[in-house]
């Protein structure tokens, strides 16, 4: 895509201009100045979006083709993905803002997650089922059909691979609405999709607000099934628009999440990953540990290492491979953030690490991180997801107090666990009501793996063999012998 062009949406396998012609701008983070002016989709290119999947559904070129057939498509489409890596990943860095080393990674982990999906293809299986009628039993996974995808701005072109893969190895056709600060590289997967063999009509991409586009399309009828990542609130209004359609949802949503370190660890190491969880996307991820919880005993050291490692993490141009955080999305987004250090002072926590000791970029979404030690669980700054540079730390006695002090929120995405004692790191694994829980690391995320969230943090699961199978309907087909 060219710089100063403007991007159409991708329908039918082709661009597609908007019926109203408008064009909303997408601002780069790091300067603040327009990078591109994008389609707004209104409800009527939705309703073509929605006619041409259901078209290309109904036709049966991706839906009733074999599943090894599609399999090889999206091998196609994972090295497409490779092979444009670069303009990708700059393109992702210039509209989130996030340093370039991980919108790289992101890209390739996107094509890793096709070719994780191309080979699962055909290995979704039914079964035969021993009832007691004279006769033979079975099951099918079969296609939702059409289905909605709405995808948040953080990971977005990752995020979009989460969705977009498994949803077509089962054979749906889909729509996607992206982000609006970040439509960019999912309009250019739309292309990829079709230069790679994907039937016209199997994935279109509508970028538009969430309040028009992607209210028009989780309310419409014709969508058969919405996945959709963001918000919690947003997440919740998803579902009454779902509602009188009866149509399938899952949820991916916010999240607060616990790093539970105990006496014993090596306090340095821990500190150094904790930040690195904490602060990686500027602290805009739905996992980041951005409550700290650490035992009594080692408080006062582990802070230390921990501000000094979080101090340590520059920040500047995210096209600048030296940099690990970039500026946040927008100006206001980071206003609401800054409004959270304000917030964590009146509410009585001491900031140990002030935004405005470091020097950042005069132009551009910058805020430099924060941490609050000495924090309560009833502050708004534990309670409240901040999606931003900004966590806190608070001391536990016990492994009891520790799990309930991780417990005590509405959310339940994930959480981290560090120790020595492997019966400890069990209990305290086991007993976290997250969906994903790492111990002795921050890792929450592998493509193999079912991701997900309990409580407010969502319902179904991303990636593994079972987000496969919610993209499908079981059918039961019995054969008489009689
Ligand atoms: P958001 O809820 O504001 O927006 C997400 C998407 O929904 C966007 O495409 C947006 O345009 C659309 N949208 C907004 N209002 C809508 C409406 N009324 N109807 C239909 N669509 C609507 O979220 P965001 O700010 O883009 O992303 C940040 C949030 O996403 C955080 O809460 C974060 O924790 C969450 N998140 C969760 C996961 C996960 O896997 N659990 C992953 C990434 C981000």
């Not at 080979?119 to 033979?136: C, D, E, M, R």
């Not at 947003?234 to 991916?252: D, F, H, K, Y």
Request: aromatic share 8%.
């Amino acid at each position: 895509m060219e710089q100063g062009k403007r991007w159409l949406a991708w329908i039918d396998g082709q661009e597609v201009a908007p019926a109203e012609s408008r064009f909303f701008k997408v601002e780069e983070p790091a300067t603040g100045t327009v990078l591109a002016e994008v389609a707004q989709c209104g409800p009527n290119d939705v309703k073509k979006a929605i006619a041409a999947a259901r078209r290309s559904f109904e036709e049966g070129r991706w839906s009733q083709q074999s599943a090894t057939a599609r399999g090889k498509v999206l091998l196609r489409l994972a090295q497409s993905i490779r092979d444009n890596v670069d303009m990708l990943a700059q393109w992702e860095t210039r509209q989130v803002g996030k340093p370039i080393r991980d919108s790289r990674d992101e890209v390739l982990t996107a094509a890793d997650c096709f070719e994780y999906y191309a080979g699962a293809a055909n290995k979704l299986y039914g079964h035969t089922i021993p009832v007691s009628a004279a006769g033979f039993d079975y099951t099918l996974r079969v296609p939702v059909g059409v289905v909605g995808l709405i995808v948040p701005w953080n990971f977005p072109f990752l995020i979009t691979a989460w969705k977009v893969a498994p949803a077509l190895a089962a054979g749906n056709s889909v729509i996607v609405k992206p982000a609006s600060y970040t439509p960019l590289t999912a309009l250019v997967l739309g292309r990829l999709g079709t230069e790679v063999g994907l039937p016209d009509g199997v994935l279109n991409i509508v970028p538009g607000p969430g309040r028009e586009t992607g209210e028009a399309l989780a309310a419409d009828p014709g969508v058969d099934k919405v996945a959709f990542t963001g918000e919690t609130t947003t997440g919740s209004r998803i579902l009454q628009l779902a509602a009188p359609n009866i149509t399938r949802v899952s949820l991916e949503l916010g999240g607060k999440s616990p790093t539970i370190v105990f006496d014993g660890v090596d306090l340095d190491h821990v500190a150094y990953l904790a930040a690195q969880s904490a602060y990686a996307n500027s602290g805009q991820d739905c996992c980041a540990r951005s409550r700290i919880m650490v035992q009594q005993s080692i408080y006062e050291k582990f802070v230390e290492h921990y501000v000094k490692h979080v101090q340590q993490l520059s920040i500047g141009d995210p096209l600048n491979p030296e940099n690990a955080m970039g500026p946040l999305v927008s100006a206001s987004h980071r206003n609401r953030v800054a409004g959270y250090v304000e917030r964590g002072l009146a509410e009585g926590a001491e900031l140990v690490l002030d935004p405005r000791s470091k020097e950042v970029p005069a132009q551009g979404f910058y805020l430099a991180p924060a941490i609050f030690a000495q924090a309560r669980s009833d502050m708004s700054i534990v309670r409240e997801e901040i999606f931003g540079p900004v966590t806190t730390v608070q001391a536990f006695d016990s492994e009891q107090e520790a799990i309930t002090m991780a417990n005590d929120t509405t959310y339940g995405l994930s959480g981290s666990v560090f120790t020595r004692d492997v019966g400890q790191a069990l209990r305290v694994a086991n007993q976290v009501r997250a969906g994903v829980m790492s111990v002795n690391t921050i890792r929450s995320v592998h493509l193999e793996a079912p991701f997900g969230g309990f409580k407010q943090s969502g319902m179904g699961r991303e990636l593994g063999m079972e987000a496969l199978e919610m993209y499908t309907e079981v059918k039961n087909v019995f054969i008489s012998m009689e």
